[in-house]
């Protein structure tokens, strides 16, 4: 248990709908990053916030959105979803502000299927 | 933009025979991270290195960064079935944020 945790952790939803991924991160870490995971793919790096705000972007839909709110926890915003959006989505945490010299705790992931 | 390359894709092999993945980035890092993913399960942090040549080991499992801080590599020793999973390497770089590699996925026959 890395400490991570994600709520839910499956979500079905149809084409076109919006959905909402929550991560708490571990207890004292401020920076939490979002992966997204498909098929035979690695991991997309999507975001990172460190202690409230936008840290890093990677490779994030403008349909998508994130934000960390004020007591650490995340939530990652998926809108107008489309078939390609199902995927494994993970959250990770860290202690420091990122940079990539963090050792990072991922969460045990939110896995979407949209139909 | 920055690229982190890792191959094999897959790897199958017989219990107690070695195993090694190469990851290759496009450009100098300033450190590099390795991770094991189970299957079903998320990628768990193994180790990382940050000086150029250095060399770690954990029992079985010895890590590699290159001299120009290009590439590294994870040998591993004796394969066990408890080694199956997706290793991932992972550079930092002026990014700023991690770059994954694709992962190579290990089978191991018992």
């Known amino acids: 248990d890395s400490g991570v945790t994600q709520t839910p952790k499956h979500l079905i939803t149809a084409t076109g709908q919006r959905v909402t991924l929550r991560c708490s991160p571990r207890s004292g870490d401020l920076s939490v990053y979002w992966y997204q995971q498909s098929l035979d793919q690695g991991l997309q790096f999507l975001i990172q916030y460190y202690n409230g705000e936008e840290r890093a972007k990677g490779n994030i839909l403008e349909r998508f959105s994130a934000q960390q709110f004020p007591d650490l926890h995340s939530e990652l915003n998926l809108s107008s979803l489309e078939l390609g959006d199902s995927a494994l989505y993970f959250c990770?945490?860290?202690?420091?502000?990122?940079?990539?010299?963090?050792?990072?705790?991922f969460g045990p992931g939110t896995r979407l299927t949209v139909l | 933009g920055q690229q982190v390359m890792q191959i094999p894709q897959y790897q199958h092999v017989q219990e107690g025979e070695d195993f090694t993945t190469y990851c290759n980035s496009s450009t100098t890092l300033s450190n590099i991270q390795w991770y094991k993913q189970r299957p079903g399960g998320h990628p768990v942090f193994l180790i990382q290195l940050v000086k150029s040549g250095e060399v770690k080991k954990q029992k079985r499992l010895t890590f590699q960064f290159g001299e120009a801080k290009k590439n590294s590599s994870l040998h591993i020793t004796a394969t066990q079935t408890t080694d199956v999973g997706t290793y991932f390497c992972a550079g930092g770089g002026n990014t700023g944020k991690l770059i994954f590699g694709q992962g190579t996925t290990l089978q191991v026959k018992p």
């Open positions: 990770a945490s860290s202690v420091e502000r990122g940079g990539g010299l963090d050792e990072q705790f």
